[in-house]
């Protein structure tokens, strides 16, 4: 398994700079540096991630680690929404009506809308776990 965490002296974010977050930050997880921010960011990733997740103790004290899971996890989401996206129309020819292929495509179509948003999301929260911070722009 993941080896315990050391306990890490985090420097104290400058003067205004606090709890920022970026454009598209996940509205379940607090903003980095916040109070708990980072239990919000573990939380909301397993439930991103499949539920056998949850049974791994390492990645819940390993958030950073949990970030990685959930972005590849997401990335072969929007794998599997793009092919069948590009499949969809012969797979259903034989056995579905046009209106039935259409909606199974405009399914598609909001599944890859949707996971383009959650990936941003992840990737944001997953830079805040490895030290980026952001400031608010005037």
Do not use: N
Request: net charge positive; proline share 10%; glycine share 6%.
């Amino acid at each position: 398994m993941f080896p315990t965490p050391q306990p890490r002296q985090r420097p104290t974010p400058p003067q205004g700079h606090a709890g920022v977050a970026p454009p598209g930050w996940p509205r379940q997880v607090r903003p980095p540096d916040a109070p708990d921010w980072e239990a919000t960011a573990a939380s909301w990733l397993l439930d991103l991630c499949p539920p056998d997740y949850r049974r791994f103790s390492g990645l819940r004290r390993h958030v950073v680690v949990l970030a990685r899971f959930a972005v590849l996890h997401v990335e072969a989401q929007q794998l599997a929404t793009r092919r069948g996206l590009s499949e969809i129309r012969g797979d259903l020819k034989d056995v579905a009506d046009e209106a039935v292929v259409l909606a199974a495509v405009q399914t598609f179509q909001l599944e890859d809308a949707r996971l383009l948003g959650v990936r941003r999301e992840v990737g944001l929260v997953e830079d805040a776990l490895r030290g980026r911070r952001y400031r608010v722009r005037m």
